[in-house]
């Protein structure tokens, strides 16, 4: 217990391009992706500029709901703090780059987004 | 982090004691938190069990640190802080945390108030009892047709079985009834054995069997000189089920003023107990059972409408074993298997004589009454399988007159065989619809004389048919003639 996380991290991320969802409680990232009970769905276009985005309601907080809604709408990165290694590993698998241990209000993690200097485990401001 | 000028414990010992250092050699983990709900603190056994450090978590809101599947429905500190008392005791809930290493792990998540020598509030103590160890339960078979300590596969009880976990997982008030013997207290049991509040305490309270005075005391407590003989104060069942369940049974029995006070208890969670001027707040769940027909009651004026319905926000209702099909024949094996296994017995089954008795008496009593044939059977018999002599004696020839047999005036089934001993609980409908009813309103002296009579009716009837022919007339009425010859005797009609 030496280190923050045991994990072995990226240390070096290339900034996020294309579509990201964020798990949201409230205002800010939800402790657990599957207690999320909104999504925040942006894509970020090559340029680092956000060209759309919008914000579902989850009828339920569910982490396979939210797995069906990451693959329909195409998400290639998902910003969350708490996820079971058997949802990591599944988005893993898929392809999806997943971003968790984020701490943070949902503007400070957008803006981190949009900055590129968004990483996992970070902890930004809002909360 | 691990400063040596730490905070200091003093006034315990002779010299003062590192708190940092007595709070890390505790193996319970545990946090402490601000009142903003930042943490303040982590012992090692804390940042072992969510797989973060202390200098990560601190100052972290604690949901993103415990990331406990309460943090965003159902805090226990939103429990903590509604207390309108600071010195509220601590508040206890199951629930699971995804710890840093994204390992899913169930805890037993217990928080209370600190408070500061002025009574006002400084923050809050987390503990997160690791359940990974604690829980064989999980792994443990069930019956294999039933619930919890509950048998059975019929419809209505596999209905019961599919929406009990659901129903467990809330903290909503549970109302069961049921008749007597059809295992209302098993199903308290089963609900609070599968709900997160199964660490907690399952305190039951008959309400029907203290008298009003006594029973308040016992349910709401006392304060010392309440009254006279209070020598002390008494907590109650209520603060004794904290963090648990309350099983109120026989309900109906509640009097009206203990009404109130329940009612009372529902829509706030405080009680108040005898003498004392301030409410105390409890976090119990409130399960009630009984066999009376509440609206009954209700439309009489001696149950409170109100109450029924803060109770009877979820109903199960056990129905009687004459209406659960093949689940007679499912207990009366189970017992069977169950008592010559306790008593030591070679017994392996019921001769077919004898389980069709069984199976054709109505059981009044319900499974308790099977169960106690079933004990009665397997002390009595010294062979490998029980038969007619070995069942107790009145089902065999008091049944009708015990369990009120066929009331609707029908007489035993045209199948009985001739001659048998079973011929008498063979007049015993067992699920003839209408038997219940009566069976529920039926008083004593009253039910017997209009059975005796009916009875005394049916045998001169089959008589007249039969022109007097005894004979005939026993096989008409399904019985051996020395049945109706002593029935005859017994009513006065053999003059």
């Not at chain 1, 207690?35 to 500029?49: F, M, N, P, Q």
């Not at chain 2, 804390?46 to 990560?56: H, Y």
């Not at chain 2, 019956?143 to 596999?158: I, K, R, T, V």
């Not at chain 2, 066929?406 to 409908?429: E, H, I």
Request: with cysteine; aromatic share 6%; charged share 25%.
């Amino acid at each position: 217990m030496s280190d923050a996380t045991p994990r072995n991290r990226a240390t070096k991320e290339p900034p996020v391009r294309g579509n990201v969802l964020v798990a949201l409680h409230r205002d800010a990232v939800a402790p657990r992706f599957d207690r999320a009970t909104e999504a925040w769905l942006g894509r970020i276009d090559g340029e680092g500029g956000l060209a759309r985005s919008r914000t579902m309601v989850l009828a339920n907080a569910s982490a396979e709901e939210l797995c069906r809604i990451i693959l329909t709408e195409n998400v290639s990165t998902v910003v969350c703090c708490g996820i079971e290694q058997e949802f990591h590993d599944y988005l893993t698998w898929k392809r999806i780059t997943v971003l968790d241990g984020v701490v943070g209000g949902r503007d400070a993690i957008i803006g981190a987004l949009l900055a590129g200097t968004l990483k996992a485990d970070a902890v930004l401001g809002g909360v | 982090m691990a400063s040596e000028l730490g905070p200091l414990l003093q006034g315990l010992f002779d010299r003062p004691v590192a708190a940092r250092t007595l709070l890390d050699r505790i193996p319970l983990p545990l946090a402490l938190v601000s009142a903003e709900r930042r943490v303040v603190f982590l012992n090692q056994a804390a940042c072992a069990l969510t797989a973060m450090s202390r200098e990560r978590a601190l100052n972290l809101p604690c949901r993103y640190v415990f990331r406990c599947s309460l943090c965003t429905v159902g805090c226990p500190l939103d429990v903590v802080d509604k207390s309108p008392s600071a010195a509220v005791a601590p508040v206890a809930r199951e629930a699971d945390i995804v710890n840093a290493d994204r390992a899913r792990i169930p805890v037993r998540v217990t928080c209370g108030a600190l408070t500061g020598a002025d009574g006002s509030r400084v923050g809050y103590f987390e503990t997160l009892e690791d359940l990974r160890l604690f829980r064989p339960s999980e792994a443990r078979p069930e019956w294999p047709q039933g619930f919890g300590d509950m048998l059975g596969h019929s419809p209505e009880m596999e209905r019961v079985f599919r929406l009990l976990p659901g129903i467990a997982q809330t903290d909503s008030s549970v109302l069961v009834t049921g008749e007597t013997g059809t295992g209302k207290d098993l199903l308290a049991e089963a609900v609070h054995n599968a709900s997160n509040r199964a660490k907690g305490p399952f305190v039951k309270v008959n309400c029907g069997a203290l008298p009003e005075s006594l029973l308040e005391s016992e349910l709401f407590g006392h304060q010392k000189g309440a009254f006279t003989g209070a020598s002390e104060n008494k907590p109650g069942r209520f603060r004794l089920a904290h963090n648990g369940t309350l099983f109120l049974t026989e309900v109906g029995d509640l009097p009206l003023p203990l009404q109130v006070k329940l009612l009372t208890f529902l829509d706030d969670k405080i009680i108040h107990p005898l003498g004392s001027t301030r409410g105390v707040h409890v976090d119990v769940r409130i399960i009630a059972a009984t066999h009376r027909d509440l609206r009954g009651m209700v439309r009489e004026g001696r149950f409170r409408e109100d109450l029924l319905y803060r109770l009877n926000v979820v109903r199960f209702h056990l129905p009687p074993l004459r209406e659960r099909g093949d689940d007679v024949a499912l207990f009366l094996a189970h017992y069977l298997k169950v008592y010559a296994g306790m008593f030591g017995k070679r017994i392996s089954g019921f001769t077919p004589a004898a389980e069709r008795a069984l199976l054709d008496h109505a059981y009044p009593g319900n499974v308790r009454e099977l169960r106690n044939i079933v004990e009665y059977c397997v002390n009595v018999c010294q062979d490998t399988h029980v038969d007619l002599p070995h069942l107790p004696r009145y089902l065999l020839e008091e049944g009708v007159e015990t369990h009120g047999g066929p009331r609707d005036g029908r007489p035993g089934r045209s199948t009985a065989p001739a001659g048998g001993r079973v011929d008498a609980p063979r007049a015993v409908s067992r699920a003839t619809p209408g038997v219940r009813a009566t069976d529920t309103h039926a008083a004593g002296a009253g039910v017997d004389g209009t059975w005796a009579d009916a009875e005394r009716r049916l045998i001169m009837e089959a008589l007249l048919r039969a022109r007097g022919r005894r004979g005939a007339a026993a096989a008409e009425l399904g019985w051996a003639r020395t049945t109706l010859w002593r029935k005859m005797r017994q009513y006065g009609l053999d003059q």
